[in-house]
């Protein structure tokens, strides 16, 4: 079992502070290299209430320089971000509260759609509120409108949830002229048209996966590729018993297409639990995430994040990757056929979310792949926000936690991994079209996002910043025309 892990940021960029915040005076931040989160206070600056353009002078942002850590004054009565470590020259701001927010995902309309589940995961979380939120922000404040902060009392929340009644609710992604939602083990088709808070019309059942049903490993993620194939992600179980007479083995939890066959059709196969999937605009690449084989670190096991690909293997429950058996299974398993990873990390860990930076921040994390880390469950040591950076097509250079076996990650938020424990953990990360990375947390219930101070909101009623041109697939990150 596996517990989610609230957000932190580490890395070092230098980049000024901006001039509409004056600091009255400066104390050591952190740097990014894992130190105490309380050998410093952040300090509060004024500021004229007018709005000239960067997110990052909006009331409540916490802004981190060089050594310091300013605060935005004005800001809604909200959590504490001064707890992460950030880079120089970015800022995290509060966004909304969302019980048990598992899942989020843009709409073209720039609206965040947020996925809260009442049945329980792997990873602990408490109780949601079953269905799905849609949360927009029309003043351009930074906040999502209505009364979404954290109820003290029990009260209920103001919440406008676009699907209500589905306790199994996960994935989610959009498509033109549709919604696509998890309902159990049922992939739901709502018709959808930009600007839509609320059903037109009932949804229809596209898919109902069942090929494996695993109790504790129910969700499904989509992502839409640009040719138009819809992918969704199904879980196996951790006592699976590997056959090493077989190959290829039973599908169990792997990647389907959904394609008009009843059930799917499946793609890859040979995971433990895909928890995420997506797909990168431009390219045509979808990826998966694996949390493999728990305990299996001391006999090569590693999480994964893998291309989806026709026919692939990805080895469990035999294998820890290619020609690498693990070590407590009966018989000699076939890994010779078991595809070959390019990104990995150190079991525990638990990658969880992911999504691609539209090429709107500053390097070394323009056009990576920014991605949550849960940490052990326990200790919850690893917790953490990473960056991998991509090649000319879009495709991960190799990248690993593991001695020996790649490049580490770019080291971008952190703070969570603290001993404490009282942050929560990072779950989902969405970019928004405007290049804020939206980052949920499904213990605290807390959604904030994050952007670097150079980036600036346009005013204009739409959802776009004024950030100058881009090509076509990066204006449809994510909220436009497809995942």
């Not at 009392?153 to 919604?179: I, R």
């Not at 059903?199 to 695993?214: C, R």
């Not at 580490?408 to 804020?436: C, I, N, S």
């Amino acid at each position: 079992m596996r517990f989610p892990l609230f957000l932190a940021l580490a890395s070092a960029l230098p980049v000024a502070v901006f001039a509409a915040c004056s600091s009255t005076s400066s104390k050591t931040a952190p740097t990014g290299d894992g130190g105490s989160a309380d050998s410093y206070d952040p300090v509060v600056t004024e500021r004229d209430g007018s709005f000239s353009g960067p997110f990052c002078e909006l009331p409540g942002s916490v802004v981190y320089g060089n050594d310091t850590i300013t605060v935005v004054e004005g800001g809604r009565a909200a959590p504490d971000l001064s707890w992460l470590h950030l880079p120089a020259g970015f800022c995290a701001h509060y966004f909304a509260h969302v019980g048990a927010a598992r899942q989020i995902r843009f709409a073209p309309g720039g609206e965040l759609f947020v996925a809260s589940p009442t049945t329980p995961t792997a990873g602990g979380s408490p109780y949601g509120i079953g269905g799905i939120a849609v949360l927009a922000d029309d003043d351009f404040d930074g906040y999502a409108d209505g009364d979404v902060l954290p109820h003290t009392d029990n009260t209920p929340q103001a919440l406008s949830l676009f699907v209500s009644d589905l306790p199994s609710a996960e994935g989610m992604l959009f498509a033109p002229g549709w919604f696509y939602y998890q309902n159990d083990t049922k992939i739901m088709q709502q018709p959808y048209k930009t600007g839509d808070r609320a059903p037109e019309g009932p949804a229809n059942q596209v898919a109902n996966v069942d090929i494996y049903t695993s109790p504790l490993h129910w969700p499904k993620t989509m992502g839409l590729a640009d040719d138009g194939t819809i992918y969704v992600g199904n879980g196996g179980d951790q006592g699976e018993a590997c056959d090493s007479t077989v190959f290829p083995r039973p599908f169990h939890g792997g990647v389907l297409k959904i394609d008009g066959t009843p059930g799917g059709t499946p793609v890859a196969q040979g995971f433990r639990n895909p928890i995420a999937v997506r797909c990168q605009k431009g390219h045509n690449k979808c990826y998966a995430v694996e949390l493999a084989l728990d305990g299996s670190g001391s006999s090569g096991g590693r999480e994964k994040l893998v291309p989806i690909r026709q026919g692939d293997d990805w080895g469990y429950p035999c294998c820890a990757t290619t020609n690498v058996p693990y070590i407590f299974v009966s018989g000699t398993p076939n890994c010779a056929k078991v595809a070959s990873e390019t990104v990995s990390f150190v079991v525990g860990h638990t990658p969880f979310g992911f999504d691609f930076e539209p090429g709107l921040w500053p390097a070394p994390y323009t056009n990576s792949i920014l991605l949550s880390l849960h940490g052990d469950v326990g200790s919850w040591t690893g917790a953490r926000l990473v960056a991998i950076p991509t090649g000319p097509d879009g495709s991960p250079i190799t990248t690993s936690e593991l001695s020996g076996d790649g490049t580490p990650p770019l080291e971008f938020a952190q703070g969570w991994d603290d001993g404490l424990r009282d942050h929560g953990h990072p779950d989902d990360v969405a970019f928004a079209r405007d290049g804020r990375a939206f980052i949920a947390n499904d213990v605290t219930g807390d959604v904030f996002w994050i952007a670097p101070v150079t980036l600036n909101q346009a005013r204009d009623g739409g959802a776009e910043a004024d950030v100058g041109t881009r090509d076509a697939a990066k204006d449809a990150q994510d909220g436009g025309a497809g995942d």
